[in-house]
C-alpha cells in the first residue's frame, strides 16, 4: 500500500511539472513590428547562426556554418520607422565550423579560400529595407558587393526569464567568384545558399 501511495505521489508530482513547464518556457510572441520597443539592439551571440550551403562536385549540398560566437551586430530602432531600420552585421572569417578542425582553419585561413589572415572580417551593412526584403552591402575577401536577402520578422517577445527577444530568419544566394573566391568552380558551386537565424535583445 505504501509502495503504490508513493507512486501515486510521484506521478502527480510530475504531472504537475508537466503542466508547469509550458508556462514557464513559454513567451508570448507579437509579431506586429509597432509593438516592440524603440532603442539600440545587439545580437544575441548564443542564439544566432549563418550556414552556408554549396554543390560538391554536383553529388550533394555540403552545409557549414559559422561557430557560435562568430557573428556580432546591432541595429537602431523606432517602432514608427521600422523600414529605416539600418543593421550592422560582423563576422570573424576565421571561425568556420564544419565540424572538422583542420578543414575549419583550412576554409578559414587559406588564401584560395575565407583567406583571414588578410581578411579578417566579413561585413553586412543594410541600405534598404522593404517589406520581406532587405538589401546591404556586403564586404568579403576585400570586396563589397550589394546583396539581398528574404527577411522574416518572426516577433517579439518577453521571457519569463525577463529577457527581450526581436527574432528574425533570412535565406539569399551569393557568387563567390563576385568576391574573388573562384577556387574549384565549377566543381564546387558558385552559388552559395544563405540561412540565418539570429535574435536580438536591447543593449544594456
Known sequence: MNRRFASAILAGALLSASVAIPAVASAQVATDPAQAPAGNWTLDKRHASLTLKVTHFGTSHYTFRFAQGAIDGSYAYDPAKPLDTKVSITID????????????????????????????????????????????????????????????????????????????????????????????????????????????????
Open 93 to 204: 572569417a576565421a571561425k568556420v565550423d564544419t565540424g572538422l578542425p583542420d578543414f575549419d582553419k583550412e576554409i578559414g585561413t587559406d588564401p584560395k579560400f575565407f583567406n583571414a589572415a588578410q581578411y579578417p572580417k566579413i561585413t553586412f551593412v543594410s541600405t534598404k529595407l522593404e517589406p520581406g526584403k532587405m538589401t546591404g552591402d556586403l564586404t568579403f575577401r576585400g570586396v563589397t558587393k550589394p546583396v539581398t536577402l528574404d527577411v522574416k520578422y518572426n516577433g517579439f517577445a518577453k521571457t519569463p526569464f525577463g529577457s527581450q527577444i526581436m527574432g528574425f530568419s533570412a535565406t539569399g544566394k551569393i557568387k563567390r567568384s563576385d568576391f574573388g573566391f573562384t577556387h574549384l568552380v565549377p566543381m564546387v558551386s558558385d552559388d552559395v545558399d544563405l540561412a540565418i537565424e539570429v535574435e536580438f535583445n536591447p543593449k544594456k
